[in-house]
């Protein structure tokens, strides 16, 4: 247990909570600013997308496709802005987002998880699944990968692209394997990274691939003392 002196100003404190197992880490803020008026106006709400319980517990938007994961129902909607009309909007967002396609686990029964992450390329979307067993290692974790120009309803309840291409997989007991993706690009090539908190006895670990073609590039484990 920590303590700190009474705060008078303004001030921003920070508190996470990890787990060995690496599942359901948390982390709140406590803050306070003592500015009166804000330089922000009045937020607007603009569109209600679904409402569902879920449907926002990760969200990522690139190149105009906006992806919302929901791992309470298993799925990642697609929605599309209304951008790049010439002489409208000017490349801009003009108006609302529209729904093309609603993604799904494929090709693997054990799938828990489905949503909880997920990372957007210019044509592909990596999407975690981080408590899927995987043969008959549980909570393994896996990490599907789905295109935009796959069409026919692999991977999806729809048509309209973003059919699904693969996944990668974990290979250890509980290392909650696409608990957490990132992305960068290396002058012409995307990389996807891939958090496995649960490995190495809760320590966690790290994994590199290419992101347009999934390709395994480097895996990194934690060294020293007591790290979690």
Known sequence: ????????????????????????????????????????????????????????????????????????????????????????????????????????????????????????FNNSVFIGAPYSTVGNITGAGVVFTNESFLFGGTGATGTGGWGNQGYIQGSHQSGAFGCSLSRRILGDSPRAGIGATGENSGSGAFYLYGADNSSFIKKIDPTGVGVS
């Open 1 to 120: 247990m920590s303590s700190y002196l009474t705060q008078k100003s303004n001030f921003d404190y920070a508190f996470q909570l990890v787990q060995k197992t690496g599942e359901y880490d948390w982390e709140f803020s406590l803050t306070y600013d003592s500015i009166e008026e804000t330089l922000w106006s009045e937020p607007l709400q603009v569109q209600n997308m679904t409402g569902k319980s879920g449907v926002s517990t990760c969200i990522d938007y690139v190149n105009g496709a906006l992806f919302l994961g929901n791992p309470e129902e298993q799925n990642v909607e697609v929605y599309y802005s209304q951008i790049g009309q010439e002489g409208v909007t000017n490349g801009l967002l003009g108006g609302e987002f529209y729904k093309i396609n609603r993604m799904i686990p494929y090709g693997l029964d054990t799938t828990s998880g489905y949503g909880s992450s997920l990372q957007g």
